[in-house]
Every structure is written in C-alpha cells, then in structure tokens.
C-alpha cells in the first residue's frame, strides 16, 4: 500500500535540542566527526536555514543523506539547488544533486556504517548488513544529494 505522505521523522525535543548543540559548536569551528552546518534558502522565505547535518564521502564524491526523510532541508535543497557547508569560518559553497533511488546502494550502505551509531533509529530496522534489497526498499525515505564545491 503506497505511503500518502513522504517518510518523514520529527526529532524528538532532546533531538532537537543536540541538534542545536551541535550546530552552534559547528558555527564556531567544532565539528564532531565530521559534522557541519548547512545552510541552504529556504523555498518559502528566502531567509537562509540552517541545521547541522553528517557529510558523507563515498568513492570520492561527497554528498549529504536525510536519515529523517523528507524534511525542510530536503525541500529547500531540491528548490534551492544549492546551499553551504560551514565548520567556524572555513564556508564550502556548494551545487546539490540529488540521487534516484537506485543509485543510493553504496552510499546509504557507507554512510551507515559511518553513522549507524547515530542514524540506524531513522531507517525502521534497515542497518549496514543489511541486503541490498532492504536498503534499495529504504532508498525512497531518505534522499541523497551529491554536492559538489563550488569555491
């Protein structure tokens, strides 16, 4: 039976609050693990949005992964089509791509391996070891953009 709405998962109020944590210490030149601050238009306001996401390098190439889903950030991205990555004053403007889903295999399977610890409690049971199958079947929830640096 098909979903009426896109998977998405609101973060629960200590989420939310970590989420800020780690933004702030991201705009101030601390990055955990490789964490960063995004920023990215927003679609309805302009006004640029920002919230810490895990950047992820896979084969070279990097790109940024929704655990949550279909969020705000994913929405304005894929109007936007571009955004910034910023760890203190060190900014990485970037253009964003997002992935089919059949395309998605080896970078969810990486980037769970990365950051299952953090992320496996957004992706209903679906895990590294997972199959093939089961990760391609979880692809639709959790958008994956290329990015590429601009400048």
Do not use: C
Not at 34 to 58: C, D, F, W, Y
Not at 61 to 69: K, M, P, T
Not at 99 to 122: A, C, H, I, M, S
């Amino acid at each position: 039976m098909p979903q009426s709405q896109p998977y998405y998962l609101q973060g629960s109020p200590m989420a939310i609050r970590l989420n800020n944590i780690i933004g702030w210490l991201a705009r101030h030149g601390f990055s955990l693990m490789g964490s960063a601050e995004l920023s990215v238009r927003g679609r309805k306001s302009g006004q640029m949005q920002r919230i810490p996401v895990n950047p992820h390098t896979h084969d070279g190439a990097q790109y940024l992964v929704s655990a949550r889903g279909h969020s705000q950030w994913v929405r304005n991205m894929r109007s936007a089509g571009q955004g910034e990555l910023k760890v203190g004053r060190k900014v990485r403007r970037f253009t964003a791509a997002e992935l089919p889903d059949d395309e998605k295999l080896l970078v969810l399977r990486t980037y769970l391996e990365r950051w299952g610890w953090e992320v496996n409690q957004y992706f209903k049971g679906v895990t590294a070891k997972s199959s093939d199958e089961e990760l391609l079947a979880a692809a639709p929830d959790h958008p994956v953009f290329r990015i590429t640096v601009t400048g």
